[in-house]
Every structure is written in structure tokens, then in C-alpha cells.
């Protein structure tokens, strides 16, 4: 089978999570929303330190009120515009170049208005060293003790006579004081503030004076224009001077270049130096191309020269060009013509005819003749190559000499060119400076101002700090503001467990009830006398929430615990068991703590045996139970401190007492044990009982101690768990108390019954 699950460990354990517990009964869950009259019982419970701050705070306020100096601010306020807003249409000056940060320009405009050096102006003009408020000898304030100081002369001139008046007159004041004190004090009463949104700045002054104060400011911000108008003034001043002087100097540069060019165009005739360079440059191209075209032709004429010289002369008409020669063609055909004529006389004649002589004569004249015409043509053709050549050397020395010119004429445009440009130079930069240094004198003369005042301070009608019925009202005000911060404070701080909502949001345990603090008795008792009624009635409802808590037959065993000691465990749980007594029910009271036994105390009971001997088997149960002041109380003290508490209370016989004391005669037992957080013998004993009781005193028990110590009995998984609050203050609390739990009835019936 599967083990049930457990429940959560702040969660009190269920019928489901325990079968042997009891049927859950139902419960009024309380509304957790926070009143604001929850809020004012804070205040009620920290009444005696509010009221203690509150007065405390008001007086001090008052008097500091009453000693401190009256103190006027007056302010005046700028327009600081960017420089480019007052330039000059058409000039562009150097107070006018755009900022890449324009805050940058405002900021270092702040610093010179706080500056010393404008200070020292101010300080100078209003004569600061004969002004009081720095000079020393203005009066003092006045406190609560000079105005009863003035109060008793007052009485005692109306008595008196009055003595004869004294020379009140001022000494004269040293005009030569310190002037860097001067000016320390001056900036530390100036204040520049910069308007959001914009670009006005107001700047405040401070003083005792308010004419003064007005004066002051006033004067700083006169003198703060002024200083940027003289600077920029200044600046350009010096910056026309400047440009004077490089004027000057600049105008020789001009005139010494431009007589230097004068003088080389003279020298090397420069004037017609362009057009030279023109024609020689004609010349050089025509020159390039004739000597490409003389080469071509020398290689044609050259090459067809080597023809002719490399043919035998045997066959000149096998090179084309002595073959199409006219006349070595023409004399060709004559010596053919011949030829043909020999044959056809040497067919009809013999060698000896005169026709035949003659023929052969004919033939030898015309082949003299070809031979000549060959001759002729290779002459012609050699003078042409000749020639060819001839032109070609004359027109690349002529190409050559052209070149040479032309590299001169280059030389001399080059230093021409470097002295022209030298001197165009040296011209632009004079025109330049010409001309920034008219556009200066035109800003000067114009005397804009990007710095103007557009309020000026007046007379302050009222001081910063308030007077009279408002330093009242202020010291209340604050006074009270402070009271109520230190009650929240104090609440906010104080982690203790304080009120029964506290408990059932905090430790998520039902509550059981609460049970009122009792002043002068260590260990009360429902059996004393003495005990105040409320007392015994927080019990009896104790009673009343226990018997409906445990509903079902048969005996019930309850363990009592807390998370520390001194929370009140001991006597809580005697007096429930004494409540349970007197309702009828017969129970018995077990002090299971052996480590620091004190139910005997209370009880009267002596404590030599107990249960520690019942546990180590030195003694029987009927040998150790007491009877107390009520017969249906019995009690078992825990006896002599044993070496092992822990292991007694989780032996066997442990268990064994409680099941043969659960089949007893008694309706309860009730189980004193020790704290959780110092000991483990509660969470020993939770899981074997019907339930757990815990103790957590008011206002003693902070919430993370309590919490842990409910998660560590949780985590065995008791039937049944629940928180009693004890030593409630219901005086400290009367507010809370009353309101929601009507503290205030229990009172009025106890008064009835007496």
C-alpha cells in the first residue's frame, strides 16, 4: 500500500493526513485586511517614544528657529544664447564656430558666473569689506537666552533710569581685509542654477541684507555681461593686432614674390614663354612625325639597295624594280627588236655581209644601251637609299634639337610656375587676412552681446527659513512627521510575534487564545488569590478552545512547548491543566523537562522522584504522582536530572507510560517539555501524542525563531498543533485589545462581580 502523503510542514495535520486525529471542526477565519485603525495602534503602542520625539524635535526646531540668522535670496536671471546667434550676417568669425557640444559652452559659462576672478569684480564694486554681514560687525542672533536676556532689561529699565547714550557709531572699517576671504564668502552665498528647457540661467545671491541681497545679485550679473562682452572685445582686439602684423608682413611676402617673378620674366623673356612652348611643341611632333616617315622610307629604299646588291649583275631584270624601270624596259625591247633583226639577217646572209655587220653593230648598240639603263636605275636606286638615309639623320639631329629645346623651355616653366604660384600664394593669404581683419573690425564696432539680463533681482520680501507663526507650524509639522516615522520605524523593526493575527498569518497554526502579562508574580496561578481577573478568564477560554479542539472520547495527551525559554511554557501549562481541573475533568500534569525542572515550583510539589525514575525503572508511576490544591489535579515532577533525557523520552517506556496513561482514569494529561529550538525531546514526543500546544510570548518571540521551531515539530507530523500567546500587555496594546477582541467587557464584568 502506499504511505499517505504528508502533510505541509507549517500546516496543521488533518484527518486525512492522521486517521487517529480527530474530526476537524470548523473555524472562523478572521478578515486580513489591513484598517487604518491598525495603522494608529502602532502609534498607541509607541506612544511614550513618539511623544518623546515629537517634543524633543518641535523644541529643538524652535529654538533653532529663534537662534539661526534670517536669511533673503534674491535672484536675477540670464540669457546665455549661443555666440552664432549674434554674428554678424555675411562674417563668420571665430567666437561663432559651432560647438560639437553645445553643453560644454554652457557649463563653462556656470563655472565662470561661480569663477573668482568675476568675485573679485563684484567684491570690488559694492565695497564688500564695509558691509557687516562679512566684516564681522554685524549682530548676533537671537537665541531663547539673549531674548530673555533682553526681556529682563527691559523690566529693569522701566525701573531704573535710563544711563546716558553711548556712541553706537560703527568703527570704520578696515577697507584692506583679506580679499581671498572676501571672495570665499561672496561665492558661497552665489548660486547658479540653469533653467529646464531653455537657456536662461538664474543665479540667487543670499544674505542677511535684503537690499543687499538684491544689490549683490544684481551686480553679479551686470558684471558677468559686461566681463563677456570686454572679453570678446578683447579677444578681437587682439586678434586685429595680430592680423595687423601679418598684414605687414604678409604685404612684403607679396611684393618681393611678385618683383621676383617681374624680374624673371625679364631675364628669361617669360612674357613669350607660352607661345615658345607652343611652336616648339608643333614643331617636336612634326618633327617626330617626318623622322618616323624618313624611316620608313630609308628601310623601303634600304631594302630593296640590298636587293640589287646582293643580284648578280647577269640578271638585273629578275628584281622588280629595275625591270619596271621605263627606260631599262624600253632599251630591253630594243635589244629584242635587235636580236629578232640579227636572226633574219643571219639567215640570209653570212657573217661577213655588210647587213650582217650591221645588224651585229645594231644589236651591240642597243645591248650597250640595256647595260647602260641597268647601270642608271642601280645608281638611281643606291642614291635614293642615299638620300633616304641623308633625310633621316638630318631630321632625327633635328628631332634631337627640338627635344633639347623643349626640355629648356620645360625647365624654365617649371621655376616660372613655381614662383608664379608662390606668388598667387603669397596673394590669397594677404587677401584672406585683408579680409578677416575687416570683418573683425566690423563685430568690434557692432558690440553684440550673446550674454543680456532679462529679469533683475528685486528686493526679497520674505526670508528663505519662516518666522514666527510659520516656524510654529514648521516645527509641528516636522516635529510630528518625525514621531510618526519612528513608530513605523520601531514597528517595522520589531520582527517579534505581537498580536493573534500575527500567529495565524506568520505561522499558519489555528490559534488557541491569549493570555495576559501579570506584573510582580514570576509563576501565576488560577489557585492564587492575587491573580487578576482577566487572567483567570484568558484560561477558562483556554479550556473552552481545548475541549472544542479535541472533541472525541477517551483521554486526550496535550505536550506544551515553545521555541525558547522564558516564554512562560511551565505556567501555561499548569494553569490550563488546573482550568481543565476545575471544569470537572480529571487530569494529570507530566514535567517531562529534566534538563531544568520547574513545574514543582507553582505547584509546591517536591521533586527528589519523578518521571526520570519511572523512565530508568527505579520507581512505579503510582509511587511518583502528587496530588496538588485541586483533587482533579494530579502531577508527576520530572524528578532527578538524569545523563540522557533524550533517550528516555524516545525509549520504550516512554511509549509504554503514555499508552498505560491513555487507558488511565484521567480525561487529560498534560506534558511539560522543554523548548524546540534548545532541545529535541518535544519533537520526540509530538508524533505519540493527540497534540501540540505551543507557548509564544508576546512581543518575546521573533517570527523566523518561532518558524523554524513549528517546522521542525511539523516535520514529524503531530495530529493535531496550536499557538497559545502569552504575557499579552494589554495596557502597552489597549488600543488593539479593545478593539478587536472587546478587552475592555472582561474588565467591566470583573468589576460587577466584585
Do not use: C
Not at 587 to 595: N, P, S
Amino acid at each position: 500500500m502506499a504511505e499517505p502523503k504528508a502533510p505541509h510542514p507549517l500546516r496543521p495535520a488533518t484527518t486525512a493526513d492522521h486517521p487517529a486525529a480527530a474530526a476537524p471542526t470548523s473555524t472562523y477565519t478572521p478578515d486580513t485586511d489591513v484598517h487604518i485603525l491598525d495603522r494608529l495602534a502602532v502609534l498607541y503602542r509607541y506612544r511614550r517614544v513618539a511623544i518623546a520625539v515629537f517634543i524633543l524635535t518641535t523644541v529643538a526646531m524652535m529654538i533653532q528657529g529663534y537662534s539661526s540668522t534670517q536669511m533673503y535670496r534674491a535672484q536675477a536671471r540670464l540669457l546665455i544664447e549661443d555666440e552664432r546667434a549674434t554674428a554678424v550676417p555675411g562674417i563668420t568669425t571665430a567666437e561663432n564656430t559651432y560647438y560639437e557640444d553645445p553643453d560644454l559652452y554652457y557649463k563653462t559659462q556656470y563655472r565662470i558666473l561661480k569663477g573668482r576672478d568675476l568675485a573679485r569684480r563684484v567684491v570690488k564694486r559694492v565695497n564688500l569689506g564695509a558691509v557687516p554681514e562679512f566684516n564681522g560687525t554685524a549682530e548676533k542672533p537671537s537665541t531663547p537666552a539673549t531674548l530673555l536676556h533682553d526681556l529682563k532689561q527691559k523690566i529693569v529699565g522701566l525701573v531704573r533710569p535710563a544711563p546716558a547714550p553711548e556712541n553706537t557709531e560703527s568703527p570704520k572699517v578696515d577697507e584692506t581685509a583679506d580679499e581671498s576671504a572676501l571672495v570665499s564668502a561672496f561665492l558661497s552665498r552665489v548660486d547658479v542654477a540653469p533653467v529646464s528647457g531653455s537657456k536662461l540661467v538664474d543665479v540667487t545671491f543670499d544674505s542677511m541684507d535684503r537690499r543687499f541681497a538684491a544689490t549683490a545679485a544684481n551686480t553679479l550679473v551686470d558684471e558677468f555681461v559686461d566681463q563677456n562682452l570686454q572679453v570678446k572685445l578683447q579677444s578681437t582686439e587682439n586678434m586685429i593686432d595680430w592680423l595687423d602684423k601679418e598684414l605687414d608682413k604678409q604685404q612684403q611676402k607679396v611684393q618681393d614674390s611678385e618683383r621676383g617673378l617681374a624680374e624673371y620674366r625679364e631675364r628669361q623673356n617669360a612674357l613669350s614663354l607660352d607661345d615658345k612652348q607652343n611652336i616648339v611643341l608643333a614643331r617636336l611632333n612634326k618633327l617626330n612625325d617626318d623622322v618616323m616617315m624618313a624611316r620608313s622610307r630609308r628601310i623601303q629604299k634600304e631594302t630593296l639597295f640590298n636587293q640589287i646588291k646582293s643580284v648578280s649583275t647577269q640578271a638585273p631584270d629578275t628584281i622588280p624594280a629595275i625591270a619596271q624601270n621605263a627606260s631599262v624596259a624600253a632599251a630591253k625591247s630594243r635589244v629584242v627588236e635587235m636580236q629578232r633583226a640579227r636572226a633574219q639577217v643571219a639567215d640570209r646572209y653570212g657573217e661577213r655581209h655588210p647587213n650582217m655587220q650591221k645588224a651585229n653593230a645594231d644589236l651591240s648598240e642597243a645591248q650597250r644601251q640595256y647595260d647602260f639603263e641597268v647601270a642608271r636605275a642601280r645608281a638611281s636606286i643606291k642614291n635614293d637609299y642615299e638620300s633616304a638615309l641623308i633625310e633621316e639623320q638630318t631630321m632625327a639631329r633635328g628631332l634631337e634639337n627640338a627635344k633639347a629645346d623643349m626640355q629648356d623651355l620645360s625647365k624654365k616653366s617649371v621655376d616660372y610656375n613655381v614662383m608664379q604660384r608662390d606668388s598667387q600664394t603669397n596673394r590669397q593669404i594677404y587677401d584672406a587676412l585683408l579680409t578677416r581683419e575687416r570683418e573683425l573690425r566690423v563685430a568690434s564696432n557692432s558690440r553684440a552681446n550673446n550674454v543680456r539680463v532679462v529679469d533683475r533681482a528685486e528686493v526679497p520680501k520674505a526670508p528663505l527659513a519662516p518666522t514666527g507663526r510659520r516656524t510654529w507650524l514648521l516645527s509641528l509639522a516636522v516635529g510630528l512627521t518625525l514621531a510618526i516615522a519612528v513608530a513605523y520605524g520601531l514597528d517595522y523593526m520589531n520582527d517579534t510575534i505581537k498580536t493573534p493575527e500575527e500567529v495565524t498569518r506568520r505561522l499558519r497554526l489555528p490559534f488557541l487564545g491569549l493570555v495576559p502579562s501579570v506584573r510582580g508574580d514570576k509563576h501565576p496561578l488560577l489557585a492564587s488569590s492575587h491573580v487578576p481577573h482577566d487572567f483567570g478568564e484568558s484560561f477558562r477560554a483556554l479550556r473552552t478552545a481545548l475541549v472544542s479542539k479535541y472533541p472525541s472520547a477517551g483521554t486526550k495527551i496535550v505536550v506544551v512547548t515553545s521555541a525558547q525559554p522564558l516564554e512562560g511554557k511551565t505556567t501555561t501549562a499548569a494553569n490550563i491543566a488546573m482550568a481543565l481541573a476545575y471544569g470537572g475533568s480529571r487530569v494529570l500534569l507530566v514535567d517531562a523537562d529534566m534538563r531544568r525542572p520547574g513545574l514543582h515550583r507553582p505547584l509546591r510539589l517536591t521533586n527528589e522522584r519523578g518521571l526520570s525514575q519511572v523512565l530508568i525503572g527505579q520507581a512505579r508511576v503510582r509511587d511518583v504522582i502528587q496530588r496538588t490544591v485541586d483533587p482533579n489535579l494530579l502531577a508527576i515532577t520530572a524528578g532527578r536530572t538524569p545523563p540522557n533525557p533524550s533517550e528516555l523520552l524516545s525509549s520504550e517506556r516512554m511509549k509504554t507510560l503514555l499508552t498505560n496513561l491513555a487507558h488511565g482514569p484521567f480525561d487529560w494529561i498534560i506534558v511539560d517539555t522543554p523548548p524546540v529550538l534548545a532541545v529535541t525531546d518535544a519533537v520526540i514526543l509530538a508524533p505519540l501524542v493527540s497534540g501540540v500546544t505551543f507557548v509564544v510570548g508576546a512581543e518575546m518571540t521573533r517570527r523566523r525563531l518561532a518558524e523554524r521551531a513549528i517546522e521542525t515539530v511539523m516535520q514529524t507530523h503531530p495530529k493535531y498543533a496550536a499557538v497559545v500567546l502569552n504575557k499579552v500587555d494589554f495596557a502597552r496594546n489597549k488600543y488593539y485589545y479593545h478593539r478587536y477582541y472587546g478587552h475592555q467587557y472582561k474588565n467591566y464584568y470583573a468589576e460587577a462581580a466584585i
